[in-house]
């Protein structure tokens, strides 16, 4: 859902306009389409120590708990 640190100026979870789909979708909305279509298949545990601050570690785990619920669905 994060690509390229995409996400680190935003502090909702549907971030920004993706801009890597045709017409208008939210970067929430098109990390769930990614995530029914594919899955979400983390191999790795994410640290905490990786993030700038407290903020964006807790946006980010907000974020992957989306994914992860549409993927159980």
């Known amino acids: 859902m ?3 640190k995409a996400f680190q100026a935003y502090d909702i979870l549907d971030g920004a ?4 789909v045709s017409g208008v979708m939210s970067q929430r909305a098109a ?3 990614g995530v029914r279509t594919v899955g979400l298949n983390q191999i790795a545990e994410v640290k905490r120590e990786w993030f700038r601050d407290e903020k964006t570690w807790e946006m980010f785990c ?3 708990e989306v994914l992860r619920a ?4």
Do not use: G, I, P, W
């Not at 306009?17 to 890597?20: H, S």
């Open 17 to 20: 306009q993706c801009q890597t």
């Open 31 to 33: 990390a769930l389409e």
């Open 62 to 64: 907000q974020r992957l």
């Open 2 to 4: 994060d690509f390229n």
């Open 70 to 73: 549409a993927e159980q669905s």
